[in-house]
């Protein structure tokens, strides 16, 4: 019961970004398009895992004066693997991403869960909240990609759905990002009745 | 002159056109949690303005003299000149601004108490937003010379401290309004955010 708590709770009760606010600058800077998106989470999941995993297993031998620093390299020395590997296989779609995929290291969502959850609880748990969060994650991603491609472009992973007259220039700029998770933001919120101070 | 045009030019576009927060998205988390408070908002623009100042040329040296493919030639050693090291870029360039962030820090605690003062909290929250390890990303993707770096970390932090102050400014105006329950807090911000995003877009096409 426990366990399916961890890992249903960050889906939408504890949204990371909605709730959390934790990660939003590549939930606003990769949503382009649905397929980046996708991209984005892939590797999101792949790092928050795998960190939750570390930092749990070595939560008995981290000094908390130093924490954040190991945390730190245990998260970037995972990006560069990403990197390296989108570079090498995906080259097309991670060349726009390129620095977001090197933000993921400062990505509050990865510290945020390493420091708050990993450092306290075993490692089956860890792993299962990263996979959570990073679940939770995409599907706002994925949401607010799928707006703005729909909106802006008139596609779904490039194929057209709406006629090109009604596409919107500004859902592809910086304001259409934020006005969209905005909006989700407001949906989620009412649906789980969270009102903040 | 006309190098400082250039420089000029580079800091418009840094600080308007291309603002790091609205049109990069970089620097959200500190953005939304700061903007609260119209103090606090100046004191973490000051910060970001001053590591800014400092990693991102930093970054530069290190990347050109130690990283970059062959980069390593000047050691004079020959087996040296065609190691690449690029792919340590995001490892070094975090490890250097953890570490600047906490020597400076120490720095300015023991030489500058009113500084360390008005900076003090935030300094170690900077290692950790977006903005400081995104404008020596950009740096490097955009293949800047030094001066050029130094210029462009500064105005990154200048166009930071811009947008923060006027969101912090417009939520305080905003207590007094009357939003409907779910959009509280961070979805009127975001919306907000969207908005003065917006207003930065009629900076495009400025040329110096």
Known sequence: MKNKKTFIDPLVDNNPITRQVLGICSALAVTVKVEQALVM?????????????SVSLLRKYIPSSIRIIVQLTIISTLVTLIDQFLKAYMYDISKPMSVFIALIITNCIVMGRADAYAMQNNVKDSFLDGFGNALGYGIILVLVAFFRELLGFGTIFDIKILPDFLNNGLMLL????????GLIIWAQRSITNFVEE | ??????????????????NILLAYFLGMCSFL????????SMGIGKAVIFVNGITVPLNWVIKTYLLDDGALSWTGIESLASVDLSFLTFICFIATIAALVQFVE????????????SLGIFLPLITVNCSILGASVFMDERGYTLGESAVFGVSAGVG??????CMAAIRFKLRYSNIPDGLKGL??????????SMAYLSFSGIQL
């Open chain 1, 41 to 53: 989470t892939f590797a999101l999941t792949f790092v928050l895992v795998m960190s939750n995993v």
């Open chain 1, 174 to 181: 910086a304001p259409g990002a934020f006005i969209i998770l």
């Open chain 2, 1 to 18: 002159m006309d190098l400082l045009v250039h420089y000029l030019s580079l800091a418009t576009k840094a600080i308007f056109i291309e």
């Open chain 2, 33 to 40: 949690a700061i903007s609260k408070n119209v103090e606090a």
């Open chain 2, 106 to 117: 120490m720095f300015i605690d023991k030489f500058s108490p009113s500084l360390y003062n």
């Open chain 2, 160 to 165: 930071f401290y811009l947008a923060i102050v």
């Open chain 2, 187 to 196: 979805g009127i911000t975001m919306i907000l955010t969207g908005l003065l």
